[in-house]
């Protein structure tokens, strides 16, 4: 059973930045797609970034040049770099976790069958 632990969210200030974490356990790290999704309150969950097993990236427009994620096969951790960070930002925030998986299906999240419990981020004006 793959299990996702998230760390690092916090209360940040706008042009702030934070990392989270995504630890991934109880399976071969290097044979799944690690994306993150995040959801604001009364909204639906939304594709953030992900990265493949293969080694490829994907982004969402609202992350581009702010966001970078990124992999560390000696910890099986994927981390989510956020940069710039907007009010907008604020929401809990998943990691979910694919066996192989690519292209289109980075950002779906009916592709990701495990999830972590989220870390809440929240981002002052």
């Known amino acids: 059973q793959v299990q996702l632990v998230e760390s690092g969210g916090g209360l940040v200030q706008t042009g702030d930045s934070l990392r989270l974490s995504c630890a991934v356990s109880?399976?071969?790290?290097?044979?799944?797609?690690v994306g993150w999704f995040r959801q604001a309150p009364g909204k639906e969950r939304e594709f953030v970034a992900a990265?493949?097993?293969?080694?490829?990236?994907s982004y969402a427009d609202s992350g581009k040049g702010r966001f970078t994620i990124s992999r560390d096969s000696a910890k099986n951790t994927v981390y989510l770099q956020m940069n710039s960070l907007k009010p907008e930002d604020t929401a809990v925030y998943y990691c979910?976790?694919?066996?192989?998986?690519?292209?289109?299906?980075?950002?779906?999240?009916?592709?990701?069958?495990?999830w972590g419990q989220g870390t809440q981020v929240t981002v002052s004006s």
């Open positions: 109880g399976d071969t790290f290097r044979t799944y797609t």
């Open positions: 979910a976790a694919m066996k192989y998986g690519g292209g289109t299906r980075l950002a779906l999240a009916n592709g990701y069958a495990y």
């Open positions: 990265a493949s097993w293969s080694g490829g990236t």
